[in-house]
């Protein structure tokens, strides 16, 4: 069984600039989430879908990011525009219902 | 608010040596506890995960326990070796939500 895969590894942009990420859960998992790590700091919750519904936002930092989920199979995360402060490892997770949530290997965002 | 938090932050052992990892949460209506794994560079695999209904999950030489009233869980390896040097983190899912709170994770490396 294939494992949540994430694109890129790795992307370096300058600030201004957008950047897509993308995510492609386990095939099956209804629930998607997004979680990212800044500098120094602990993994923290972006967003969760559910097949392609919005079920919880409240960690999306602000109106710059956008999480879109269509037909509920994989999600991209754009910023737009980058800043300084959005560098970091970008995290995409999927479970069944309130199982186990399998991560991605994550896109590392370097924002210059 | 949950807040997770864990001690030692890093950690330096010889091989073969047993160690205890510890993880502390402020709110104990818990879901779920997980631990991970994480090697540098790579995503984060999921290593044991305990319900908040369960006092202790094993997995070959892991073992990890839960406290819910005192809001604490322990990871405990057997054996140390080498190769499990990574940095090992703990996460709760909240009866509330769907979204995992993240501990600070601890640093461990195992010498030869």
């Known amino acids: 069984e294939a494992g949540v895969t994430q694109f890129p590894s790795h992307s370096v942009i300058e600030k201004g600039q957008t950047v897509t990420l993308r995510c492609d859960p386990i095939?099956?998992?209804?629930?998607l989430y997004w979680y990212r790590r800044v500098m120094g700091k602990e993994i923290k919750f972006l967003l969760h879908?559910?097949?392609?519904?919005?079920?919880?936002e409240s960690g999306m930092p602000n109106n710059r990011f956008l999480a879109e989920r269509t037909g509920g199979t994989y999600s991209t995360l754009k910023v737009q525009p980058a800043e300084l402060e959005d560098s970091g490892v970008y995290f995409c997770?999927?479970?069944?219902?309130?199982?186990?949530?399998?991560f991605g290997p994550g896109t590392r965002l370097t924002v210059l | 608010k949950q807040e997770v938090t864990q001690i030692p932050a890093a950690l330096s052992v010889p091989e073969g040596e047993n160690l205890v990892l510890n993880c502390s949460f402020t709110?104990?209506?818990?879901?779920?506890l997980q631990w991970f794994r994480q090697d540098p560079g790579k995503g984060l695999t999921s290593l044991l995960l305990?319900?908040?209904?369960?006092r202790e999950q094993t997995s070959g030489r892991l073992n990890a326990s839960l406290d819910k009233s005192s809001g604490r869980s322990t990871l405990y390896i057997a054996a140390s070796q080498p190769g499990d040097s990574a940095t090992y983190l703990c996460?709760?899912?909240?009866?509330?939500?769907?979204?995992?709170?993240f501990g600070g994770g601890t640093r461990l490396m195992v010498k030869p």
């Open positions: 305990i319900q908040s209904s369960q």
């Open positions: 095939s099956g998992h209804d629930n």
């Open positions: 997770a999927s479970s069944q219902v309130r199982f186990k949530q399998f």
């Open positions: 709110d104990s209506a818990i879901y779920n």
């Open positions: 996460a709760v899912r909240d009866n509330a939500g769907n979204m995992l709170t």
């Open positions: 879908f559910v097949k392609e519904s919005k079920q919880d």
